[in-house]
Structures are given as structure tokens and as C-alpha cells.
């Protein structure tokens, strides 16, 4: 179980650099989507049995981070009509470089974390803070609304590999709490995404700069 | 059991020998497939050496020795490394302590051949060729490398024989988070040596987005024959390393496993085929992030294991 769980927490780590290294708006969706859809699979391994309440949450992640979410945000870009994010600010490959420097550091880094001791195996908290990180970058070096809303999501997706240390004491309530949250979260996002667009025929957030009060 | 060393050394040897044509074919067929076609026989690579072997050779007036002894040495060299490498549970005919190092020089040194042939022309189109596989190589050799040595680390033993095996015995592989890493790298490294899709397009004439193409231009008659065969003894060998990574299962029969190695083989053929009909062919300028990217994926897989 442990082993399973850490080769898919290296599937995310390597998602997460893809998600960097790709131009395509689309693509990214794509790998996010992906990437939340593999994060619902990893509660179901930690629980050692199956209960109703842990395969309904594992279910309900499945379907909003894979699903849900992604086809909201695919609506969006249809209606935005954009296709790549032109101009990071710095460039893909020196983000996917940072992403993954962030990554080994934060691999090295956190056997030095005084950790419960079940935790010291797992990936779990590695995992999770270069998935925060990767996300900050993304969040902070494009400059398209829809790719902020994508690092958000992947900010989102690495604190919700952290709570998978607490996963056995987390109620069933409080999970499907965040998960309507996340879910109103980027709808409104997107909505506001597509003002943006009316507003200024683009999607770039510099553009915010011009809205004065005369 | 000495009788059955040899008859493991003959099969291993049958197979390196025979068993590479008949991969491109099934690569292609799974495109025909995909678009549609009927494609080409599954033999077709076999007819073309054949029809290659039996042709003339036109040798330019400028080029020197190198030129006919570039493909020569390369498939000598390719040829080689297949000896050293394992297939499936069985050992390699050859193995000594370190014998890593030198199965990784000697795709350098067909490396090293191939692009000496090139630029023996003189043409300059085939000296951008060269350039091109000599950059690119700059980032797949350290990955292979650093996969290498995930593999050297796990097991504590630098016999590829060893291991390569350790995957079925010491640990099981698709569960270790190293080995996923390095798999990934490793299969990126695959697609670039053996100039497959999302890299280099083994089918275009276009001029300006070849690699390995450009290279072998003015090779013709049983000199393109022996690139072609030798082409398609690395993507043997090298989908034969990785197997190791992803699909190390074993029977406990001889000859159930030798099929099911065989089979395991057709599967990474059938993986490219439907590959290459999914994506297209990268931009040139994109590639070394795909590079970096195996690199970055096989340093990880090592950083990992070291912490």
C-alpha cells in the first residue's frame, strides 16, 4: 500500500512539472484534471477498509477535480477563445527548471522535518509542499486568469495531499465542505474570468492595472 | 547446466539477431491501423535489407574511409551492447563488474560514427544533422546515466546482469517511486535514440526538421541497409532495458518466459505505434525541454533515492 501510494505521489510530482513545461491552456486543464483524479484514488489506499463515507469522499473527488471542474474551465476557454498562454513571464523552460529544483530541495529538505514516524516513509509531505510550490509559481509567472485559476488549483491540489496526513481524523462533513468550497471557488472564478474577457477582449490580468476611479 | 547456458546464449542471440525488423513492422502496422490503412507487411523491413543488400553503392568523391566505416562500426558497436543487456529473466552472454559504463559508451561511440559519416560528406545539410544528434545527446546520455545509476544504487552491484534483474527479485517495480521516475525518463531516452515521434519523425523528407534522417542521406545500397538494421537493434535493445523497469515478470518456464519477453517486446512496439499516432512531432526548439524534462525525471528518481 505505501509503495503504491508513493509511485502515485511521483505521478503527481511529474504532473506537476508538465503543467509547467506546457503552453497549451488546454493541456494544462488536462494534466490538472488528471492530477486531482489521481489525488481522489490516494484516501482509498490509506484506509486500511473500505467504509461507505471514505469510498463517497473518494468518489466525490473523482468527479469534482477530474470532471466537474475541468469542464467548467473548458467552457470558459471556448468562450474566451484563447488557446496558449503567450507570454509567461518567465519562460516555460526555466519554469519547469525552478519547479524542479523546488521539488529536489523540498525532497531533501523535508527528511529533516521532525515527522511523526509513520510519516517518515511516505512521500506525503515532500509531496505536498512542492505541489504548494509548483503551484506558487504558476500562480505567480502567468499572467492569463484562466492559468491563475490552474496554479490555484494545483495550490489546492498540494494541500489537499497534506491532508492526507490527518485523513483518519478528518469527518466525512468537513471534506465535503472543501470540496463545495473548491467547486464555488472556480465558479465564480470562471465567471468572473469571463467579465474580465468582456470587459477588456482579453484575459490578461495586467489589464486590472487600468480600472481607475476617475 | 551448461547445455543450458548455451541454448540461453543461442536464443539471446537468434533473437538480437532476427527479432528488430520485425518491430518497426509492427510499429507501422499499429499506425496503419490507427489511420485506417492496411500498411505494409510485417516483414517489409526484412524485404528492404534484403533489397538493399543486394544493390550497388554510390560513394561521393570527397568522402574518405570514415564514410563506409561510420554504419559498419555503429551496427558493430549497437550489436555489442546487445550482448550485454539481459532479456527478460535470462542473462546476458556477457557481463563483468562495470559493464554499465560500457554499454552506455558504446551507443556513444555508434553516436560518435554516425556523425563522423555525416560530416565525412562534407555537405552541410548533414552537418546540421550531426549537430542535432550530438546536442540532443548532451541531455539523453545523463539521463540513461542517472537511470543507470538508480538501478546501480537499488541493487548495490554495477553487473547490468544483476542489475537488471533486481527489479524481479530484490524489489517489486511498479511500486517503488525511483524506478516509476526513472521508467518515464527512460522510455523519453528510448524515443530519442531510436528517433521516434515525438522527437524526430523516422518518415519525413521535410529537410529542415530531421535528425537522424539527415544524417544517413548519402548512405545508400547495403550501407543504408546496415543503418536501417542498426536502428532498429537499438529500439530492441533499448525496449528491452526498459522492460525490465515495467513488466518484470517471470513464469519460472524457459520457454514460456523467452515467449513472454517476446510478446512483452511487441507491446512497447504497439505502445510507440499508437503513440506516434496521437501526438506529432514536437518543434525543434521544443525538444530539449522534452530532454531536459527524462533528465530532470531520471535526477529525481536518484535524488530520491539518496535522501
Known sequence: MLEMLNALLVIVLVLNLFALGTSRILSVIHIVATQGALLGVIPLLLHGRLSLPVVLAATAAIILKGMAIPAIMIRSLRAAQIKREVEPMI??????????FATGFVLLFSKQLPLAGQQIDTLIVPASISTILVGFILLTTRFKALSQVLG???????????????????????????????????????????????????MDTRWLVSLREE | MLGMGLIETLIHLMLLLLLPPLLLGVI????????????????????????????????????????????????????????????????????????????????????????????????AFEGMGAAREVTFACLSEPALFFALLVLAKKTGSLTLNHMLHGPITVFPAPAEAPLVL?????????????????????????????????MSLDHSGPLLGVILYASALKLFILSALLLHL?????????????????????????????????????????????????????????????R
Open chain 1, 91 to 100: 519562460g516555460l523552460l526555466p519554469s519547469v527548471l525552478l519547479g524542479a
Open chain 1, 152 to 202: 490555484y488549483l494545483v495550490l489546492e491540489n498540494g494541500i489537499f495531499i497534506f491532508g492526507m496526513l490527518l485523513v483518519q481524523a478528518i469527518p466525512f462533513i468537513v471534506e465535503m465542505g472543501m470540496f463545495l468550497d473548491l467547486f464555488v471557488g472556480i465558479f465564480v472564478i470562471s465567471i468572473i474570468t469571463n467579465h474580465i474577457n468582456q470587459a477588456f477582449s482579453s
Open chain 2, 28 to 123: 507501422n502496422k499499429t499506425k496503419a491501423l490507427a489511420a485506417g490503412r492496411v500498411g505494409a507487411p510485417y516483414l517489409q523491413l526484412y524485404y528492404d535489407l534484403f533489397k538493399l543488400m543486394r544493390k550497388g553503392m554510390v560513394l561521393s568523391r570527397t568522402t574518405t574511409w570514415i564514410f563506409p566505416a561510420g554504419p559498419v562500426i555503429t551496427l558493430a558497436a549497437v550489436m555489442l551492447a546487445g550482448l550485454l543487456i539481459p532479456f527478460g529473466p535470462f542473462n546476458a552472454p556477457i557481463a563483468f563488474a562495470g559493464d554499465l559504463i560500457l554499454f552506455a559508451y558504446l551507443f556513444g561511440l555508434a553516436r560518435f560514427f554516425t556523425t563522423a559519416a555525416a560530416l565525412d560528406t562534407g555537405s
Open chain 2, 182 to 214: 526513472v521508467a518515464l525518463g527512460l522510455f523519453v531516452v528510448l524515443l530519442a535514440e531510436t528517433c521516434r515521434i515525438p522527437i524526430d519523425d523516422p518518415n519525413t523528407h521535410l529537410e529542415l526538421t530531421m535528425i537522424h534522417e539527415a
Open chain 2, 246 to 306: 515495467v513488466a518484470p515478470f517471470q513464469s519460472g518456464y524457459m520457454y514460456l518466459d523467452w515467449l513472454l519477453f517476446v510478446v512483452e517486446t511487441f507491446g512497447v512496439a504497439v505502445l510507440i505505434g499508437i503513440l506516434e499516432s496521437l501526438m506529432a512531432r514536437l518543434q525543434m526548439k521544443r525538444v530539449p525541454y522534452l530532454l531536459t524534462g527524462a533528465l530532470l525525471l531520471c535526477g529525481a528518481g536518484f535524488i530520491l533515492l539518496v
